[in-house]
């Protein structure tokens, strides 16, 4: 009988080298990789946008500028749908 080795995740297991420190597998890495770069491309889009529409981005504070005001999240994304939302479903 032959046993299949196999990832949390049901992906099969080859060799040891198939598997990272943390039992996933190199499919899992890659999945998880593909998801983290599609979020940081839509993330980079968004600031872009926000960039050329004049509003400064600060990246260690995640805070947004507009003209002179700093705002809290709550307002940022309230201005973000206001300006930027149409076709947002
Ligand atoms: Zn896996």
Redesign the pocket.
Known sequence: MITITR?????EIRTEADRDSTG??R??RKVSNDAWQQKQRAARALVQSLERHGVVVDPDALTFQFGSETADMDAVADRIVATYGQGIQ
């Open positions: 990832c949390p995740h049901g992906h996933f597998c499919a899992c």
